[in-house]
């Protein structure tokens, strides 16, 4: 079993839905959850980065992170046509970033 | 200012060709990792470099992977006797510090026949 589990999609959806994206883990000691976004041929970028349980909202997106059930979740509300790319969740215990990924969910927001 | 750069961006070798990955992380960062993308699956982490440390290298599939970093800046992935297996997009991250945000390059992608 791999240490994060994440649904790789493709999810398809109309322009100006909500977005749900999902990773589930096994390793408790994992302490801080983040949520890359990668287009077609670039290398991921850092959307959202989360420490321990909460929630945390940037603009449009929010990352919820359930420790109890080793669940971490991206809301995308008012998805957009540019949202559309492949999201990956990461997760490290600390000490230093050996960030451990999901195997990412493809995304396409239709016009 | 300038991001992570890397090159090749794309390289076809042989099956049993040695071939070299180069990573120019962004100035001042003490931090570098490597990682491999295959098709469909996450980035596994495979070798990580902070400062005059030693690496860790707990990541590398096998001993046909080595990497280095001269001078705490550029470094190079070394991949010998290729296989097809092999065949990924190899990411290279740097970030200022041990626990600060990688910025990662555009990967080079790497295809054995």
């Known amino acids: 079993q791999k240490e994060v589990e994440q649904d790789p999609g493709p999810l398809s959806v109309p322009e100006g839905a909500i977005v749900s994206l999902n990773c589930t883990y096994s390793?408790?000691?994992?302490?801080?959850f983040m949520w890359y976004r990668q287009y077609s041929r670039k290398g991921p970028e850092l959307l959202m980065y989360t420490y321990s349980s909460g929630n945390k909202e940037d603009g449009r997106f929010t990352a919820q992170v359930d420790k109890s059930s080793k669940y971490i979740s991206l809301f995308i509300r008012d998805s957009q046509p540019s949202d559309s790319a492949t999201y990956l969740c990461a997760m490290t215990s600390g000490g230093y970033n050996k960030l451990i990924f999901g195997a990412g969910t493809r995304l396409a927001v239709h016009p | 200012g300038a991001g992570v750069s890397q090159s090749p961006s794309n390289k076809v070798t042989e099956k049993g060709k040695d071939v070299e990955l180069r990573c120019d992380p962004i100035?001042?960062?003490?931090?570098l990792y490597w990682y491999r993308q295959s098709l469909g699956q996450g980035l596994e982490f495979l070798i990580y470099?902070?400062?005059?440390?030693?690496?860790?290298k707990s990541g590398l599939p096998s001993d046909r992977f080595s990497a280095e970093r001269t001078g705490g800046s550029v470094s190079t992935l070394t991949i010998q006797r290729t296989q097809q297996e092999d065949s990924a997009v190899y990411l290279c991250?740097?970030?200022?510090?041990?626990?600060?945000?990688?910025?990662f390059g555009p990967g080079t992608r790497l295809t054995v026949l």
């Open positions: 100035s001042g960062h003490t931090a």
């Open positions: 390793n408790s000691a994992f302490q801080y």
């Open positions: 470099f902070q400062g005059n440390s030693a690496p860790d």
């Open positions: 991250a740097s970030s200022s510090g041990p626990t600060d945000t990688q910025y």
